[in-house]
């Protein structure tokens, strides 16, 4: 998903193709319009009194329960399920007026979150998320069928949008572990968390597969690799509960106490020319099924609820307007159940301007096979658009019904109807201590050490004793919380701050990892001299990236900035250094290697800074493998394991090894 702050525009008549054969559909467009609108209606079982629905009974099969409901709805109350609203516009009446499915809250539209002075305020406890998410299922159940709506946020490493919630290694660090069962507990983990705050639904796990570190959001790619993509698609067990043994093949599981996970960004969005983001990916058939989808078919095969689509385009055709890959591959090739949704303003996106022709907009969207739109802010504009293109015939009433009856099959499954409302009997999971100690392993286990050592004639740098007199920590993003977390957290493209959320950054974590007698010195960019008469035993230098999601993380050049290397040259040119890298991709490192005597590749770990020190100091051992390429030149760019030319400096599925300390 990514986070705007446009909005789109209706169009005053439908597309040109429409428009030229108006005429010629007059009659048929009064009469299909006068049959909808009277069968529909006609439809509503007035005898049957509300308690005795048999909707309303869970005993029931929720096939026959959906098939009850949906005959009981109008036109309005199905497009009504079919919308999704940022919580800014998303009053009460808004939601019993329209029948609202679904609510998503990003950046500002966060509990909690406010500006003062221009300075980003989050104090969003759990109890302002649960009464903000009661307060609108209130309104949705209060309607005439009591439909409640579902509360959707991005959880893409740990409920990131929560204050002080646990904030996990984003997907690339994950993907360094190549631990299913680990990230399979972090999505367990993660569905506590959200359901601490009222939030069943979470815009999560992104399964792209990054084929290039230019992209700005490599970060949410598990790996280059899709058989490692695939097998980590094992979160949405963690997320949504272990479906059963015997579920059929693309039927949605979604656990009473879990959440409804998402799967994203369908199809090819790791694969766009140059990595820029939602651009064209160009590539053969067998190329899209080997590499892109296969993520696809593990997290259809895990009873995933939702699948998001991408807004790159494949061989030049929007994905929000591609039927042959949404209905004629996910859903009637793949036998997907869910419900397939659009990304933020979306649609909007199929034109160029955004939202030139909203009415041709929606039709192609809708008629490709999305069933939930992410409207988010122009409630009406997409809502009256949409009605009228089903009473005017050009979206026929047949896809609509299959919108509908997906969107109820998973609020049916995860038991949506029978427990609504939220409650604070887990606002102490929010950041508890079992889940820190889960992250700080998944941060151990990410790590990947790259260098350790000059060469055969220099002892290895790692692990670091504890004993020494007096070290060294400096760089940018020693004492930088949000440096640490990077994007998507507590923000859309992060906060550079330290008191953007709760964690351990690394320099206190080094700390608490030494002994009481070692003098630790911290200096963000010391110089040389400092660094070179100050008798330390050895420097820890932590730099990286700045914090980045979607858009502002393109880079063609993917350096580090200038501090951070020019700390590298004259903290390493002086005493003996290791690197911890803070990135969500591979950076140009080569030029600076020589000086450096251990490097670690730390990803972007998240708030637990005690796991890049648990293998620094050899409390445990390094174990994390590169889950992609490490270039030497970005000229190298795309290079992916398995290329005719492969030269990295690192090639995939490198990592050193260390052994733990005794004692």
Not at 325 to 348: A, E, H, Q
Request: glycine letters at 8%; hydrophobic letters at 40%.
């Amino acid at each position: 998903m990514a986070s705007s702050s446009s909005s789109s525009s209706s169009s005053s008549s439908p597309s040109s193709s429409s428009s030229s054969s108006a005429s010629s559909l007059l009659i048929v467009s009064v009469v299909v319009c006068l049959l909808l609108n009277s069968s529909l209606t006609a439809g509503i079982n007035e005898e049957a009194p509300a308690a005795t629905a048999l909707y309303k009974d869970p005993t029931q099969p929720i096939g026959a329960r959906i098939r009850d409901l949906m005959r009981r709805m109008t036109v309005a109350e199905k497009i009504g399920q079919m919308t999704q609203i940022d919580r800014s516009v998303a009053t009460q009446d808004v939601i019993k007026k329209y029948f609202i499915g679904s609510v998503l809250s990003v950046d500002d539209s966060v509990p909690g979150v406010r500006r003062e002075n221009q300075v980003i305020v989050n104090n969003g406890s759990a109890t302002k998320w649960v009464k903000t998410v009661n307060k609108l299922q209130q309104a949705a159940v209060s309607t005439r069928l009591s439909i409640p709506m579902l509360y959707g946020v991005d959880a893409v490493h740990g409920h990131n949008y929560a204050y002080r919630s646990t904030i996990f290694p984003h997907n690339i660090g994950l993907g360094a572990t190549r631990d299913v069962h680990l990230v399979k507990r972090i999505g367990a983990a993660t569905a506590v968390e959200c359901r601490a705050t009222g939030v069943r639904y979470v815009f999560s796990p992104t399964i792209a597969v990054c084929r290039d570190p230019r992209w700005g959001r490599c970060y949410e790619s598990f790996s280059e690799d899709p058989e490692v993509v695939k097998n980590m698609t094992e979160i949405i067990s963690g997320l949504q509960g272990q479906a059963p043994s015997k579920s059929r093949k693309g039927v949605p599981f979604v656990g009473a106490t879990k959440v409804a996970a998402c799967a994203k960004h369908y199809v090819g969005d790791g694969g766009t020319n140059k990595g820029i983001n939602e651009n064209d990916t160009v590539l053969q058939w067998s190329e899209l099924m080997r590499i892109h989808m296969l993520p696809y078919v593990g997290a259809i095969e895990k009873g995933v609820a939702t699948v998001m689509v991408s807004y790159s385009s494949v061989n030049g055709t929007k994905m929000h307007a591609n039927r042959d890959l949404i209905t004629g591959y996910l859903k009637n090739k793949l036998k997907f159940r869910g419900f397939v949704i659009s990304d933020f303003l979306g649609i909007d996106k199929i034109t160029t301007p955004l939202g030139a022709n909203y009415t041709f907009s929606i039709e192609a969207g809708i008629g490709a096979g999305i069933d939930m739109v992410m409207v988010p802010y122009n409630t009406t504009s997409f809502i009256n658009g949409l009605t009228r293109l089903v009473k005017e015939g050009f979206i026929p009433m047949s896809r609509i019904n299959d919108a509908v009856f997906r969107i109820l099959r998973i609020k049916f499954t995860m038991g949506l109807f029978e427990s609504p409302m939220a409650d604070l009997s887990l606002s102490n999971k929010i950041g508890s201590k079992e889940h820190r100690a889960l992250a700080r392993e998944a941060v151990r286990k990410s790590m990947v050490l790259l260098k350790n050592g000059h060469d055969h004639h220099k002892k290895p740098l790692l692990p670091l004793p504890k004993k020494a007199p007096m070290i060294l920590v400096a760089g940018t993003h020693a004492h930088n919380l949000g440096n640490q977390c990077g994007g998507w957290t507590i923000r859309w493209q992060g906060v550079a701050t330290n008191n953007l959320t709760s964690g351990t950054t690394i320099l206190e974590a080094v700390k608490t990892a030494v002994a009481p007698s070692t003098q630790v010195v911290y200096s963000e960019n010391p110089d040389a001299d400092f660094a070179k008469t100050s008798s330390f035993s050895y420097a820890i230098v932590v730099v990286g990236e700045p914090t980045y999601a979607e858009w502002d993380g393109d880079s063609l050049s993917l350096t580090i900035p200038a501090a951070g290397l020019s700390t590298i040259d004259r903290v390493c040119g002086s005493v003996r250094c290791v690197v911890v890298l803070i990135s969500g991709r591979p950076v140009v490192i080569e030029p600076h290697l020589d000086k450096i005597d251990a490097l670690v590749a730390a990803w972007l770990p998240g708030t637990e800074g005690r796991g890049v020190t648990d293998v620094l100091f050899g409390d445990y051992g390094f174990t994390g493998t590169l889950p992609r390429t490490w270039f030497r030149s970005v000229d190298q760019l795309p290079m992916n394991v398995g290329d005719a030319q492969y030269d990295p400096l690192f090639p995939f599925g490198f990592g050193l090894t260390t052994d733990p300390i005794e004692g």
